[in-house]
Structure formats: C-alpha cells, structure tokens
C-alpha cells in the first residue's frame, strides 16, 4: 500500500481592488479549513500587513517577516507564529519593505518566480497555504500567481468590481500564460463578497453574477454576508466563528471550506 499523503494546495486570493474582503475570506477560510483537520498556512504579502490586525499579532521587523523569505540570501526556516492559539494555523506576517522587494524582483532573476521557487525548495508542511494578496496587481500578485495551485476571486458587488472580474481574469490568465506556468492554476471560484441583501443594487449584482460565472466558465460560490459582526472581530484579533461562533454568517464559508479540503485531501488514499 502507498503511504498515505495528501498534495499541498496554495490558494491565491486576488483581486483588483482593497475593501474587496480579500483578507477576510483569507481569515475566514484558514479557520474553517482548520476545524475540518487541515493545517493551514497563511502568508500576507501585503505591505500593508493587515493579516497582522486580523490574526491579533504584533508587528514584527522585516527579518521576521516575509520579507526574509523572499530576500536574496534566504537559507531556509520560514518565520511562522501561531494564530489563535491554533496549532493547525501559522502566519507569515507581511512587512512594509515588501514594497521595496516588489521593485527589486522586477529585475532579480527569476523574479516572478521567486515565492513559487521558496515554497520548492524550503517547502511549508501545510495542507493548505494561504495568500492574501495586496491590492495593486504587480510584482507580488505575479508571484502569487506563480505559486498558486489555484486561485480565489473576491468580488463586491459594485459596478466596478462586477465588471472589473472578467478583466481580472483575464490579466491572470495572460500572466499564467506569460510565465508558462504548467499547469495554469486554476480559478477555483468567485466568491461575492461583502453582501448586503437590503441593498436593491447587491440584489441586482448577485442575480447578474451566474451569467458572468459561466460565461468565464468559473464556479460561484455563495456570498459572504455583510455583517458588522466581521469589523468587530477582526478589531478584536479574531475570526467570526471564533468571536462569535454562533453567528450565521459564519456559515457562509462552509461551502468554500469544503471543497478546499476536498482539494487538499486529493491524492490521500
Ligand atoms: N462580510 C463583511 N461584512 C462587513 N465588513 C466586512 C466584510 N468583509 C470585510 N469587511 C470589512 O471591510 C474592510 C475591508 O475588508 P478586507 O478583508 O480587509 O478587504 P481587502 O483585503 O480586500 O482589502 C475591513 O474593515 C473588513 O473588516
Ligand atoms: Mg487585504
């Protein structure tokens, strides 16, 4: 008989705006993931170290950080801390100096490549990987992509966003091709975010969205509320389901979660 293993998976979380709820489904998903039994590791690259707030962690230097990761002379030995308190859930906190990598990757070799060669040759023993990604789509978006097993899509439902998806997709899809990634990773789903059901406009979006999923022939997952429950745990340092587990919004990433763990566990006989 084989030995039992199951196959990493590394989810991307992209999209082309802020405030899309990129780092909260990033938080929401490693939780969930966790409490179905899989480790989880959850990398900001985003200068703008939000994960730091939403996982309650102190700051840290750019040695502890991913900047190291990502720096030239890195040996191996990822700084990982502990979220929660749970042992199935470690961060690699974002930096500023981020910023500065991004600009020097554009002319290092291998730039793009540079998180999928880290993950390589100095692998992360996690079922899941998690990457919350910045904003802007530059370098560390490439990067991101390059590393992917495949990727999530957020989306508000706003004018901009609902119409921005199908650029989005697109512009990853070319850079996948760009950067001859084989296989391409996989656009695992749009998750519409941020929804408020008293809004006639977030009604309207959500009902357009299964035309624009399958015309991209993406799959769409069910909308992550809009609960202010989600600020006031995240201002605590907290998930919702740990902040207030009985929360219904919680539910909201079951779905998702599932087919995750599913992906994670593929190739585990
Ligand atoms: N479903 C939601 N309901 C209410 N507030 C939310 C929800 N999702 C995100 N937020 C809030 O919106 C802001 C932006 O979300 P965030 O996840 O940081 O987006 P991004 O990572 O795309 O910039 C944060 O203050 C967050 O707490
Ligand atoms: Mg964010």
């Not at 961060?91 to 910023?99: A, E, I, R």
């Not at 990773?185 to 959500?206: E, K, M, T």
């Amino acid at each position: 008989m084989p030995k039992q293993q199951s196959r990493q998976i590394v989810v991307g979380i992209l999209a082309n705006a802020g405030g899309v709820g990129k780092t909260t489904l990033a938080v929401h998903l490693a939780y969930a993931l966790s409490k179905r039994g899989c480790s989880v590791a959850l990398i900001d690259l985003d200068p703008q170290r939000a994960l730091d707030v939403f996982c309650g962690l102190p700051s840290v230097e750019a040695e502890d950080s991913l900047v190291r990761v990502l720096s030239k002379d890195f040996v191996g030995g990822w700084p990982l801390v502990r979220a929660w308190n749970n042992p199935n859930i470690e961060v690699c906190q974002g930096h500023p100096v981020l910023s500065q990598i991004s600009d020097d990757l554009v002319i290092r070799r291998r730039g793009e490549y540079t998180l999928a060669d880290r993950l390589q040759s100095h692998p992360l023993r996690h079922d899941v990987v998690i990457l919350d990604c910045p904003a802007t789509l530059g370098m560390i978006c490439e990067n991101a992509i390059a590393a992917s097993t495949g990727l999530l899509v957020p989306i508000q439902l706003e004018m901009k966003s609902v119409s921005g998806v199908a650029d989005l997709v697109q512009w990853a899809i070319a850079i996948s091709d760009d950067l001859q990634l084989k296989p391409r990773p996989p656009i695992l789903g749009l998750v519409p975010c941020l929804y408020d059901n008293s809004r006639a406009i977030h009604r309207q979006y959500l009902r357009q969205l299964p035309d624009v999923a399958e015309q991209l022939q993406i799959k769409l997952y069910p909308q992550i509320r809009d609960s202010s429950e989600f600020k006031n745990a995240s201002a605590n340092g907290l998930p919702l389901q740990k902040y207030r587990p009985a929360h219904p919004a919680n539910r909201d990433f079951e779905d998702l979660a599932h087919d995750l763990a599913a992906l994670a566990r593929k190739g585990k006989w």
